[in-house]
C-alpha cells in the first residue's frame, strides 16, 4: 500500500495543480448574466454555477482547516491569509461574497489553498499521509436536500469509502463516524473539483454553451450520476 501511495502522489499533485486552470478555463466561457442560472430538476441543477465555484473554493478550506487544522500546524504547515470569521460567517460550504467578491478573488483564493495542498504532498511521506486522520461524522437517519443532491449523507460517504482506494473507512460500531485519512482527505479535495466542474459542464449544456475542458473520469466521474 504504501507504494501505491507513493505513485499517486504524483498524479494528485498534477491533477490539483491543473484544477484552478481548468475551473478558469470552463467559467470563461459562462457570460456573467447566466452565472445565477439554475433549474429543479434534474437535483444536480439545482446549485447555479456562481454557487458551484463557490463551493469549489471552499472545498479545501473545509478539510485542510476545519477537519485537519489542528494536525497540519503540528506539522509547521501555515494558511495563506484569510479572514476566517467572515468565511465561517456563511453557509459553511461555500465561500461568501463578504470574503471573495467576484470570479477572480474566489480564483485566487482558491490557489492559495490548493497551492498549501501541493506543499503537503511535496513535503509528506505515504506514512506521514495516512498518519494525519480526521473524523467526518454524519447522522444516518438525515436526508439533504438542496441544490447539490437529495440522499441521505451517510449513502454518499458509504459511496465514497468504496471509492477510494484507501484512506476512508467507517467505524463498524458507529454508522456513520468515518475516519479519513489525509491522502484520502487530499484526493477528495480533487475529486470534488472534478465533479462540480462537471456538473458546471452539465449546467452550460442546459444554456446550449459547450463545455472547454476534458477532464479526467476518475473518482466520483467514474459513477454515472455524477457524470451523465
Known amino acids: 500500500m504504501t507504494e501505491d501511495i ?10 490539483l495543480a491543473a ?45 485542510l482547516v476545519e477537519k485537519l487544522g489542528e494536525a497540519l500546524q503540528a506539522r509547521g504547515y501555515a494558511y495563506p491569509p ?17 470574503v ?31 498518519a494525519v486522520t480526521c473524523l467526518w461524522v454524519v447522522d444516518p437517519e438525515t436526508v439533504r436536500e438542496d441544490g447539490a443532491a437529495i440522499e441521505r449523507p451517510i449513502d454518499f460517504w458509504r459511496m465514497a469509502a468504496r471509492l477510494h482506494p484507501v484512506g476512508v473507512r467507517e467505524d ?30 452539465r449546467l452550460k449544456g442546459l444554456l446550449g454553451l459547450p463545455a472547454r475542458v476534458k477532464l479526467p473520469v476518475e473518482g466520483y466521474l467514474t459513477v454515472p450520476k455524477f457524470y451523465d
Do not use: N
Not at 507513493?6 to 491533477?15: N, Y
Not at 484569510?82 to 463578504?98: M, Q
Not at 460500531?173 to 484520502?184: D, K, N, Q
Open 82 to 98: 484569510f479572514d476566517a470569521a467572515a468565511l465561517w460567517r456563511g453557509t459553511g460550504r461555500h465561500v461568501p461574497r463578504e
Open 6 to 15: 507513493r505513485a499517486e502522489i504524483p498524479h494528485l499533485r498534477k491533477g
Open 172 to 201: 463498524p460500531r458507529g454508522p456513520g463516524r468515518f475516519t479519513v485519512e489525509l491522502i484520502a482527505a487530499l484526493r477528495q479535495i480533487y475529486w470534488e473539483f472534478l465533479a462540480h466542474i462537471r456538473t458546471t459542464q
Open 19 to 63: 484544477c484552478p486552470g481548468w475551473v478558469e478555463e470552463e467559467f470563461a466561457g459562462i457570460p456573467e448574466a447566466r452565472m445565477g442560472f439554475a433549474q429543479q430538476e434534474p437535483p444536480w441543477a439545482r446549485w447555479p454555477p456562481e454557487v458551484q465555484l463557490r463551493h469549489m473554493a471552499m472545498v479545501p478550506v473545509r478539510w
Open 100 to 130: 471573495c467578491p467576484d470570479k477572480a478573488s474566489l480564483l485566487a483564493f482558491m490557489r492559495s489553498f490548493l497551492a498549501l495542498a501541493a506543499d503537503i504532498l511535496d513535503r509528506e511521506s505515504p506514512e506521514g499521509l495516512r
